[in-house]
């Protein structure tokens, strides 16, 4: 899971739960608006000390930005099927493109195996 989005995710939500813009929570927080446009698209990458100060300014606590909802469990899980159905697909076609294994006979013949 990447963290990144997962806490751009709650600090979007929160956010919007208690009816703040971006702009009017930067001024609320101390960090810029462009920061915090940053962080709630994924493309930051807070430190402990920042997630304690955005949560202290939504009015929740630290924990509940980095705590997955059921959106970000079910993205989750799409990720593992689709990387488990691709490493299943990698084993096939590995197979299919690796020629026949030679086995040496008594009397040093070899034969191609079938």
Known sequence: MDMRRLVGRNVRRIRLEKGLTQEKFAEQ???TQQYMSG???GRRN???VSLYEIALALGVDHISLVTPDDEAREEEERRLEAKARGR??????RRESKPPKKRVRAGGKSRAKA
């Open 88 to 93: 299943a697909q990698s084993r096939v076609k």
């Open 39 to 41: 962080l709630e698209r």
């Open 46 to 48: 807070p430190t402990i």
């Open 29 to 31: 927080s101390g960090f």
